[in-house]
Structures are given as C-alpha cells and as structure tokens.
C-alpha cells in the first residue's frame, strides 16, 4: 500500500493510547487488522480513520466486553440496531453480574454482623425432582390452569393463581420436557394473558410459540396455534391488521393438520379472536 497518509504500528498505537504489542494482538484475533501488511518486513501500516476505531475498541473494552465480544461488535458498527442489540445483550449480562454481587455483599454483611454466622450450616442442596414427577406436575398444572380459564364467573383471585399455575406449569416442562412441549408451555401463557387482557406478556410468549416450532421444525397444529397466538395476541393489543395477518397465517397452516378434529378445533378457535375474522 503506497499511501502518504499510511501511519506506522508506532504512531497509531500513540495515537490511541495502547502498545503496539496490543496492536499485534488486536491483528492476530481479528478485532482490528492493519490496513496492509509489507511482504518483506511484515510490518503493519494503518490508516487514520482506524485510529477511530481503535479508541472504539478500547472504550468497549473499558465496558469489560471479552475480545471476542469486541470483535463481533467491530464488525457490527455500520448496522446500528444490529450493534445496539449486541451491547444490550451485554448490559443484560452485567446486570445480572450486579445483582450477584450485591447478593455477596449482603452475605458478606451478615458474616461481619452476626457472630453466630462461622458455625452455621450450609443450605441444604435443593431437591431434585424426578422427571416423571416433573411431567405429571406440568400436566396437571396445564390442566387446572385450562380450567380456571372456562370458569365463568372466575374471581380475580382466580385470575392470578392461573397467570402462576402457567408459568409453574411451564417450569416443569423446561425441566424435561420436548421443543413441543415447551412450545405448548409459552402457548398456554400467551393465552392466559389474553384473558386477562395483558398484550406485552402475551405477545412475548405468542413468539416464543413461532420461534420454538420454527427452530425445532414442529409443525402440524402446534404451528398453526402459534399463528393463532399471535393472532389473539396483536387483537387484545388493539392491532387489528397484524391480528387479521396472523389469523390468515394460522388458516393456511391449517392444511398441513393431520387431522380433521385438531384442524376444527384451530378454525373455531379463530373465530373467537376479534378484528382476526
């Protein structure tokens, strides 16, 4: 590369406030690559605007992302929302990391302040379930929570113990359970939020439906339903045109049901979703 404005490994790494032993480092995992490479010496040439980057790079490492983090977001720098999702992933990270710390702190409070603390006994280790007990207890639970959905002068205290019963349902199926059955699991949540009119938590969970068949390759009925989740989802969401849009989705899936009575029940089950006929 002939070019006057080239900068050496020397000068960049000034520039920016790193070594060139970082630099070098920086080249051999990918995160930022000189400009040209001489054949003859192997020495590294940069242009100006990677002295950009480089400040880039090194106020991403000051937000404790691994190099390998590093990397991929350099790649991602001209796809905005691309890098804004990948540094929030990593918020979420961090986030999580705090509230374990602070965990530790108030353990560690407990030890300064209670004199009884050096001669008590661990927690004992949680029991573990038995998968089969996990499986009659996901069913079970499914079930009531079905039926707490057809009461028809269901209390409002109803309505909270059936928002708990799906998602105590849904946390035994995550234990052993199949792709399908935890794709039924967020089926049943979404549509306990429908009831009780609750649009981000049913939409949340109507995706999850769509995303678990389509990464599992489940389809048949438990596809359809998942359109139908959305469906009902973007209704009580007061969106009429991406209710309508799901609806027909979940009709077209309808012809891969295998059988006459599970493709019945979806299409009735359309019908009662408003602004989705």
Request: charged share 30%.
């Amino acid at each position: 590369m002939e070019d006057a404005r080239r900068l050496s490994i020397g000068q960049v790494a000034r520039l920016a406030g790193v070594t060139p032993k970082t630099l070098r480092h920086y080249d051999r995992l990918g995160v930022l690559r000189p400009a040209d490479v001489d054949p003859v010496t192997g020495y590294r040439w940069y242009l100006p605007d990677q002295v950009d980057q480089l400040r880039l790079v090194r106020r991403l490492r000051e937000l404790e992302l691994p190099l390998e983090d590093v990397r991929r977001l350099m790649a991602l720098v001209d796809d905005r929302d691309a890098f804004r999702s990948a540094l929030a992933e990593h918020r979420r990270r961090i986030d999580a990391r705090v509230v374990r710390l602070r965990g530790i702190l108030h353990t560690i409070d407990h030890a300064l302040n209670d004199e009884e603390w050096t001669t008590m006994s661990a927690s004992a280790a949680p029991a573990v379930l038995d998968p089969e007990l996990h499986r009659r207890l996901g069913a079970d639970l499914f079930n009531d929570t079905w039926r707490l959905m057809e009461l028809e002068d269901r209390s409002p205290d109803d309505d909270v113990l059936m928002i708990h019963q799906a998602h105590a349902s849904a946390y035994h199926w995550l234990q052993v359970g199949t792709p399908q059955n935890v794709a039924r699991s967020h089926w049943l949540r979404s549509r306990v939020y429908c009831v009780v009119g609750r649009a981000e938590p049913a939409l949340f969970h109507a995706r999850l439906v769509l995303s678990t068949c389509q990464e599992n390759g489940i389809g048949d009925w438990d596809l359809a339903f998942a359109y139908e989740a959305l469906a009902r989802a973007y209704a009580v969401d007061g969106d009429p045109d991406e209710a309508r849009r799901h609806a027909e989705q979940a009709r077209l899936a309808s012809a891969d049901i295998t059988t006459d009575e599970d493709r019945e029940w979806l299409l009735s089950d359309l019908e009662t979703i408003p602004f989705a006929g």
